[in-house]
């Protein structure tokens, strides 16, 4: 396997050979990535990984059909059952019963569809320009969906990506775009998101009974101008998870995690940090 940052540790869950970073000691949070192409765990938390790590024990897996987790060439991906089912198989091989959560974007719409079904594994949510409600798959989010190998494909994503474009350069644009043209890589990301594109939209929807029935705190963010995921996803969760508090970024597009690091270290810290003294 290639010498890259992106490659951590890899464990046996049985269905699977997942990569994963592990750092840190103390309670554990997961934090999810993303599903554009060329993703990873690294590729999304890179810069978040080694700030948590100070306090907490934190577990970045990538998922399912992404990064360089070995899924398997049969591996269906059908609704979010698949990508559920890794991360409590994860948690059960850690020794891991309950963890903190930080979901960007498909990331977060996973926590969500996680807390539904195994609401006793998961503790607090931090969720980032998160699915869970109505949207219109934009033709933004097709392009990411339907992406197709070159650099000028992607240089596109990241400018939609970005609100500030001067994030998405040429060598950004060059190394994701690498990442997409391994074997086997593009052929599996085409799976997971087949047209018609709505339909995955839909699927991470979260009926309003189980969102009213939610008890675990909540921190959604977003960006003002995310061009991906709009800002009322993360408005109308806030007002149907009982324990919800919105922090919206102006200036700021789908990378919240990116443009704003350093407000988005210090809110999910904060967050995180106010568990120790429940």
Not at 44 to 54: F, H
Not at 92 to 108: C, H, K, P, T, W
Not at 159 to 167: K, L, N, P, V
Not at 180 to 200: A, D, M
Request: proline share 5%.
């Amino acid at each position: 396997m290639m010498n890259t940052p992106e490659i951590g540790q890899m464990l046996d869950i049985g269905t699977m050979k997942v990569n994963y970073h592990d750092a840190g000691e103390g309670r554990p949070v997961l934090l999810l990535h993303g599903s554009g192409a060329g993703v990873s765990a690294w590729a999304n938390w890179r810069n978040t990984i080694p700030e948590l790590a100070q306090f907490r024990r934190v577990l970045a897996p990538d998922l399912a059909g992404f990064g360089y987790t070995e899924t398997p060439d049969d591996y269906q991906f059908v609704h979010m059952d698949g990508w559920v089912d890794q991360i409590i198989r994860f948690m059960d091989a850690l020794d891991i019963e309950q963890a903190d959560f930080v979901g960007n974007s498909f990331g977060g719409s996973l926590t969500l569809a996680l807390v539904v079904r195994h609401p006793q594994r998961v503790g607090r949510m931090v969720l980032m320009g998160s699915g869970g409600q109505p949207f219109e798959v934009n033709e933004c989010l097709q392009k990411l969906w339907g992406y197709k190998p070159s650099i000028e494909a992607m240089r596109e994503i990241l400018q939609i990506m970005a609100y500030d474009q001067s994030i998405a350069t040429e060598e950004l644009a060059e190394l994701r775009y690498r990442s997409t043209i391994r074997p086997g890589v593009q052929e599996r990301f085409e799976k997971i998101f087949p047209p018609p594109y709505q339909r995955w939209g839909d699927v991470l929807v979260i009926p309003d009974e189980q969102l009213a029935a939610l008890q675990h705190e909540t921190l959604l963010l977003h960006g003002r101008d995310d061009r991906v995921v709009p800002v009322h996803v993360s408005e109308e969760l806030a007002m149907k998870i009982p324990n919800a508090q919105l922090h919206i970024f102006g200036c700021c597009g789908h990378w919240t995690q990116i443009e704003q690091a350093a407000r988005f270290n210090h809110l999910v810290r904060e967050f995180l940090l106010e568990a120790a003294a429940e």
